[in-house]
């Protein structure tokens, strides 16, 4: 829940300006009475969220569309407003701040080969900082279709796995305990 009362869904530049919002002004927290978060100077904010939505399941990933976010930075940088916007006492962002949408590259549909990355950052004023270089080597690897199951696992549909001495392949997409071994749970897992 926001300073203003409001709990706003994640995905949603209000949801990253309440946030901001709390972190400059502080906020009590639930431990106790007299627990309270202090207020963070505007230079010690860092916005990160996840650059892709491919592979989270949670709808509280911290995911949020890239127009979101540009619609979030813009009015904590720049001060613009945007439709509806939830506006902020402590102003804008614009003393150091960084925001910063997490870099994830797809390698599935590249060529074997090494690439070099770097990052190259930009404030209000124009400044920019690069990165150290991240070399990434794309190659063939072998890799065993059907390996042992395991308790604690996230499994996908279509995964397949051996429980003693039988191969199953998942039907329905599940986090693996022990009390669900694959012989045990149909509706889990079929026996191939």
């Known amino acids: 829940m926001a300073l203003d009362g409001v709990t706003y869904n994640q995905g949603t530049a209000d949801f990253q300006v309440a946030m901001v919002d709390m972190l400059l002004q502080g906020f009590q927290t639930k431990a106790s009475k007299n627990s309270f978060f202090a207020p963070l100077k505007q230079e010690q904010v860092v916005i990160g969220v996840p650059a892709s939505q491919k592979g989270t399941l949670n709808p509280n990933s911290g995911y949020i569309p890239p127009t979101e976010m ?7 940088v720049k001060g613009q407003s945007y439709e509806n916007g939830k506006s902020i006492a402590t102003g804008s ?5 960084t925001i910063v949408q997490s870099i994830r590259k797809d390698f599935s549909n590249r060529d074997y080969g090494t690439y070099t990355y770097s990052v190259v950052l930009k404030d209000a004023s124009g400044a920019s900082v690069t990165s150290n270089s991240t070399i990434v080597e794309v190659k063939e690897i072998e890799v065993s279709t059907v390996q ?3 308790s604690g696992v996230s499994y ?5 796995v051996t429980y003693e001495g039988k191969a199953y392949e998942c039907i329905y997409v599940n986090t693996s305990n022990i009390a669900w071994t694959p012989n045990v749970v149909p509706t889990l897992w079929k026996l191939i």
């Open 148 to 150: 042992e199951w395991q």
């Open 156 to 160: 996908k549909l279509g995964y397949k």
């Open 93 to 97: 962002l614009t003393s150091g701040a």
């Open 70 to 76: 540009l619609k979030a930075s813009n009015y904590l």
